[in-house]
């Protein structure tokens, strides 16, 4: 199977052709959005949801010989939180009855539509609200990760999630992904400076002026800013691989032990900002760690494969559960699991094997999205 990285040089001219298009919208983005500035925040992802997202998009140019157990992956999540909150699943036409199949039908509901890929997180809508029931559904104008992958039927899914749910539709000016941000829902957000301020996403952009948007998009009075690392994974290292507030001023951050690792020296600088950091209200954050699994089993998924992404930290919060992965190393499997009952003790913490979609670079936060209660 060739990876992830061989298909992304095959398609960076489907890739532009698309980007232009989704740039030049996001760029006439109406005036009238600016009239709302301010008004929509954020809330922090172990609020309660409405219902959860899945794209049931995996496709055999990019996953070959591994779609179908993309698909079981993303099958099983999906009826994993659906015993717990309702579940939209985005799927082609074509492979309706087979999503049906995977997700089931219990406390499932498809939406047809076309799609390139499977990452819903990256290319659905951010949801924010008012506090006064509202609910607004920000689109930061999917590019592929800086025009890496075809992505001109992904673009359009952060629309269509507004219209499913009847959100008030949001385009902001800026490029970016869903796995790019990650807040507290009380002004605190955290971004890494390498998928955001880069100019194969928003060029000409300054870092004053990349902040300054995405605080009026979410609502957010103060950014972390963590420097992540450019060209080393597909989304030049998003924050969900990194850091997630667990609730306002504690933190779970990701801790590389292997110093054979790109990201051992990372890790390190991002905890020495975090230990030292504050939130938007002036309060010190308390730091947890968690470190990828060093013995992860052995598989078709996993060997010689330099994108599979085992980290623990790309877990996905719902209404009473926890939905995280497990990598064959019993030791670090038990870790992460006790870590993660510890860290939110009002809900069950349920571990998937996920080695398909690790594969492609990607975990359970990745594929998933939400729509918070407004």
């Not at 030049?24 to 949801?49: C, F, T, Y």
């Not at 598989?299 to 790309?314: L, R, V």
Request: glycine share 10%.
């Amino acid at each position: 199977m060739s990876t992830r990285r061989e298909f992304i040089k095959q398609v960076s001219v489907v890739a532009s052709l698309g980007a232009a298009t989704s740039m030049g919208l996001g760029l006439n983005a109406s005036r009238v959005q600016a009239a709302i500035k301010g008004r929509w925040h954020m809330p922090d992802e172990g609020d309660k949801h409405q219902q959860a997202f899945i794209a049931f998009g995996a496709q055999e140019a990019i996953h070959e010989d591994f779609t179908p157990y993309v698909q079981d992956a993303l099958g099983r999540i999906a009826r994993t939180i659906a015993n717990y909150e309702p579940v939209t699943v985005f799927c082609r036409e074509s492979e309706r009855d087979l999503a049906e199949e995977k997700c089931g039908t219990s406390n499932i509901t498809l939406v047809v539509t076309e799609l390139d890929d499977i990452w819903m997180r990256d290319i659905g809508a951010n949801f924010v609200i008012d506090g006064e029931g509202g609910l607004g559904a920000v689109d930061f104008n999917f590019n592929g990760w800086g025009n890496k992958q075809q992505h001109a039927d992904d673009a359009q899914l952060a629309a269509l999630a507004a219209r499913t749910t009847g959100a008030s539709y949001i385009r902001s000016q800026l490029v970016g992904e869903g796995g790019g941000i990650e807040v507290d829902g009380h002004g605190t957000g955290i971004m890494t400076e390498s998928s955001w301020i880069n100019t194969n996403r928003n060029p000409g952009w300054s870092k004053a002026d990349v902040e300054e948007e995405l605080k009026n998009r979410l609502g957010l009075r103060k950014i972390i800013w963590l420097p992540g690392i450019k060209g080393k994974d597909i989304t030049d290292a998003h924050v969900d691989f990194y850091a997630r507030f667990v609730k306002p001023g504690v933190l779970i951050a990701n801790l590389d032990n292997d110093p054979e690792s790109y990201d051992h020296k990372v890790t390190l600088a991002h905890l020495d900002i975090l230990k030292n950091a504050t939130d938007a209200d002036g309060h010190p954050l308390q730091v947890h760690t968690v470190s990828p699994p060093l013995n992860p089993r052995t598989s078709m998924f996993s060997k010689s494969n330099p994108d599979f992404a085992a980290g623990y930290i790309n877990y996905f919060v719902i209404n009473g559960a926890v939905i995280a992965p497990e990598f064959g190393d019993k030791a670090a499997d038990t870790k992460a699991f006790d870590l993660l009952s510890e860290l939110y003790p009002d809900r069950e913490v349920v571990q998937l094997n996920i080695d398909a979609i690790s594969a492609g670079g990607g975990g359970i936060h990745c594929v998933t999205s939400h729509q918070p209660l407004a």
